[in-house]
Each structure stands twice: as C-alpha cells, then as structure tokens.
Nanobody, 119 residues
C-alpha cells in the first residue's frame, strides 16, 4: 500500500507547479483524496479534497481560486495544480487517501514533497 507524491520543487512567486500522488496497493477509486501541507513550525493544514469520483471538491481559504485538485481513477493518480504561488505556500505537501466503511476508517498518507516559493 503506497502513496507517492511528486512534482514539488523551487518556483518563483507567481509561478505554477503540478503535484501528483500515485497510489498502489488499494482500490484507489473507493477513497476520497486530499492534499495537506505543513510549513516549518506550523500545524498540518488541509489544502484541498476531492470525492471518490471527482465530482465534488473543496479548498482551504488560502488557496481558493489558485489551486485545483483533480483525480484520474483509471491511472490511480490524484493531482494538485497550483497557480499564482506565493511564498506562504512554501511547505511540505502530503496526499491522503481515506475511506470510512461501516464506521471504520482507513487512512493512508504519502511521504510528502517539498514546495518552495522564493525569488
């Protein structure tokens, strides 16, 4: 069971990055997917979430209008398109897969990918 993030890196303010989260070892299409981030000295925060079929998404207030979450269930990949990046977007970005069935929750996390926004 594995989630592997990729696509992070160094980008200038105003730039864009697209993160990917590749899933394996479980039924990806049954899980809701989310992206979280954690900056140094801060708590992990929700960035964006998407339902199992990709029909419903929600975003943290600080990224609304700039970030877009999506998923491709045929490829077992979730994405986070990040535009108009700001220095305050600098953080380690994690993807999470989550399902609740009959009151039991199964949750998986990736190892994270660093995003640095700096000139």
């Amino acid at each position: 069971v594995q989630l592997v993030e990729s696509g992070g890196g160094l980008v200038q303010p105003g730039g864009s990055l697209k993160l990917s989260c590749a899933a394996s070892g479980f039924t990806f299409s049954s899980y809701a997917m989310s992206w979280y981030r954690q900056a140094p000295g801060k708590e992990r925060e929700l960035v964006a979430a998407i339902d199992r079929v990709g029909g419903l998404a929600n975003y943290g207030e600080s990224v609304k209008g700039r970030f877009t979450i999506s998923r491709d269930n045929a490829k077992n990949v979730a994405y986070l398109q990040m535009n108009s990046l700001k220095p305050e977007d600098t953080a380690v970005y994690y993807c999470r897969a989550r399902i609740t069935v009959f009151g039991r929750t199964d949750e998986r996390w990736g190892q994270g990918t660093q995003v640095t926004v700096s000139s």
